[in-house]
């Protein structure tokens, strides 16, 4: 089986859109010929809302994954069908409230979605992990398991300062759970960015000083969208949702960069 690329979208904060860049990544990775598997470890389920998949059958969720009797069939739905062939989701929901006091109990607790996707693997070429919007215990769980971490913020003050909060957590966690090799930070992405907004305007001309500074790839930003939002409540990517519009190349940098990733993982 090939290497694949294991990315988690972490954050700290509310509403930073993480969920929607984590399913429009998955479908435009699809669009290049990428096989992609979405996990889903937010309680509210966000992610499975805009895949369109709330409300359809599945033979499990992402707590299955984290208990103790998994054994390997991850309960996996597709996406999309009839568009692509290439995605599927593992649902989230109300259920991981329960997993979370469970990963509080175990030993190995922060490794268990590690574990599993090294006992069991996925045979995707991209996994991504859509996670909860707070650090613990589930996004720990996802560091754990992750070869790469995209830091979405929303280019507001306060959102900013809890993404220094969200990368000072990255290394301290790293370094605290001797992950080695240490997760690559792909980049730092602003969303829900409006260019008519002085404020944001601002932050965004900052950031990537801050970046280059940390050694942190900056990623131009992924804008406030009707169309994105209107695709979202849809249950559909922008791709299929209106795959003319200018917002969907917002999301192009960071594709070309995970696939640039995955190759050289596989020496290609």
């Avoid at 860049?21 to 990428?34: I, M, P, T």
């Avoid at 649902?91 to 922060?110: M, N, V, Y």
């Avoid at 605290?176 to 260019?195: A, D, E, H, M, N």
């Amino acid at each position: 089986m090939s290497v694949n690329l294991i990315l988690s979208i972490e954050t700290n904060a509310g509403g930073v859109a993480k969920s929607t860049v984590s399913y429009n990544l998955a479908y435009e990775l699809s669009v290049r010929g990428y096989s992609v598997a979405l996990l889903d470890i937010d309680p509210n389920e966000s992610l499975t809302l805009f895949c369109g998949l709330r409300e359809v059958e599945a033979p499990g969720t992402m707590a299955d994954v984290y208990e103790p009797e998994f054994k390997g069939n991850w309960p996996l739905v597709t996406a999309w069908q009839g568009k692509t062939d290439k995605i599927q989701v593992c649902k989230g929901g109300k259920e991981l409230h329960e997993t979370i006091r469970l990963i509080s109990k175990d030993l190995r607790g922060a490794y268990i979605l590690a574990d599993r996707l090294s006992d069991y693997p996925l045979p995707q070429d991209f996994v991504i992990i859509d996670c909860p919007a707070t650090l613990e215990p589930l996004p720990l769980t996802a560091l754990a398991a992750s070869t790469h971490v995209l830091i979405p913020i929303q280019p507001e003050y306060k959102a900013s300062q809890s993404a220094a909060a969200m990368i000072e957590w990255y290394y301290d966690n790293c370094k605290r759970l001797r992950l080695k090799p240490t997760p690559k930070i792909i980049g730092i992405v602003p969303t829900r960015w409006k260019s008519d907004w002085g404020a944001h305007r601002s932050i965004v001309e900052e950031l990537p000083v801050v970046c280059q500074n940390l050694g942190i790839q900056y990623f131009s930003p992924i804008r406030e969208s009707a169309d994105i939002l209107n695709a979202s409540g849809r249950g559909l990517p922008l791709g299929i949702y209106r795959p003319g519009r200018e917002a969907r190349a917002d999301f192009l940098p960071i594709v070309d960069a995970l696939i640039q990733e995955l190759k050289v993982m596989r020496g290609q």
